[in-house]
């Protein structure tokens, strides 16, 4: 399930195999002597022109034994992602929905992946390096009747 551990700067990371991500959460969570109990955050990364594309980064805290671990997937296809760890962690399907609304990774078996930042309607995730660097402007506002005039609604 290992596939390669790096130490920088004092943090750990270890590269997990993607089918095994799940059990290792599981383990790294129910395990008695490491306890990391406490799943801070959920984020990805676009390596374009790297393949695998993508990677998706696990980062844990043990509360007991203060130490903190990253774990780090790689995949290949976004649309067939790691497993949703909402099972290990409920927060991990709010995470889970951060990833997928910006960098557009799945999470398998999350049912909850839905917009969270950007409007219903925005097409792509802007944080892939292949995102288009905006020909026109971004429609961000604190009034949203000038937002709302500028929809392509159906006007009655």
Not at 38 to 45: R, V
Not at 68 to 95: C, F, K, Y
Not at 127 to 143: A, H, I, M, T, W
Request: proline fraction near 6%; aromatic fraction near 14%.
């Amino acid at each position: 399930a290992i596939e390669e551990i790096l130490d920088f700067r004092g943090e750990r990371t270890i590269f997990i195999h993607q089918p095994h991500i799940k059990a290792v959460c599981q383990f790294m969570r129910d395990d008695a002597d490491l306890q990391y109990n406490f799943l801070s955050d959920i984020c990805a990364d676009d390596m374009l022109p790297d393949f695998p594309r993508f990677a998706v980064n696990y980062h844990l805290y043990s509360i007991p034994n203060n130490h903190r671990l990253r774990l780090r997937v790689r995949v290949e296809d976004p649309d067939e992602g790691p497993e949703t760890m909402g099972t290990i962690w409920t927060i991990a399907t709010w995470l889970e929905m951060e990833v997928w609304d910006l960098m557009g990774v799945r999470f398998r078996g999350n049912t909850s992946l839905r917009r969270l930042f950007l409007p219903e309607d925005w097409q792509g995730h802007p944080l892939r390096k292949d995102y288009p660097l905006g020909y026109e402007d971004v429609q961000f506002s604190f009034n949203w009747e000038t937002i709302d005039a500028k929809k392509p609604y159906a006007k009655e």
